[in-house]
């Protein structure tokens, strides 16, 4: 979480943090709450300030999850702890875990929540990652442009390739109430991604 002087920014897990963070904390007069990086409580002498968010396309967000916590190349403790829920690896039995039975106490599960989850109850503004830099502009607090940087973007996350027709319907199980909330389109098929 991020507070500045007029605004708090709730970091959503595979949304964008590091950029985030960086472009707040150096242009936008942003601290980083102490604490866990992630944290969605708003302390109460901040919620009356511009509240927002990042959310993401829950397709790219699954396969990026899955990129991060157990494909092979992912960090050792993370695929350690993953692989015991999950012995396959493969991203449709990653996403079959999620969708009936998500891990809570796995190395990086935060990582795993659908979005609509983490937010809860906070009565944030939520931009869409795919038009950061258009509606970040558009919020209150911002006064100047800034080219935003895209930090930590990963090549090998082509998420198209990856998802399944039976992947994609455990996605839609585990982030159903995502495309919803934030607007993004569900899929049918493969082929209409």
């Known amino acids: 979480m991020i507070i500045g002087p007029k605004y708090v920014f709730i970091s ?8 985030m963070y960086w472009l707040l904390k150096n242009h936008y007069g942003g601290k980083q709450k102490k ?27 699954a396969v990026s999850a899955w ?57 944030c503004r939520a931009i869409k990652i795919e038009n950061l830099q258009e509606e970040f502009n558009e919020l209150p607090f911002v006064d100047k442009f800034i080219e935003i940087p895209h930090l930590l973007k990963r090549t090998d996350e082509s998420w198209k390739e990856v998802i399944t027709d039976k992947s994609l319907q455990f996605i839609h199980k585990w982030a159903g109430k995502d495309f919803k909330r934030f607007g993004y389109q569900k899929a049918a098929k493969i082929s209409d991604l």
């Open 67 to 123: 990129t991060s916590l157990l494909k092979p190349g992912a960090e050792d403790r993370y695929r350690k702890s993953w692989s015991r829920y999950c012995p396959a690896s493969d991203f449709t039995s990653f996403m079959e875990l999620l969708a009936n039975r998500r891990p809570h106490t796995a190395a990086g599960a935060i990582a795993t929540i659908p979005q609509y989850a983490w937010i809860g109850r906070n009565k």
């Open 35 to 61: 604490g866990a990086y992630h944290q969605k409580n708003v302390p109460k002498i901040h919620q009356k300030k511009f509240l927002f968010t990042v959310t993401r396309n829950p397709y790219s967000r």
């Open 12 to 19: 959503t897990p595979k949304c964008g943090t590091h950029t």
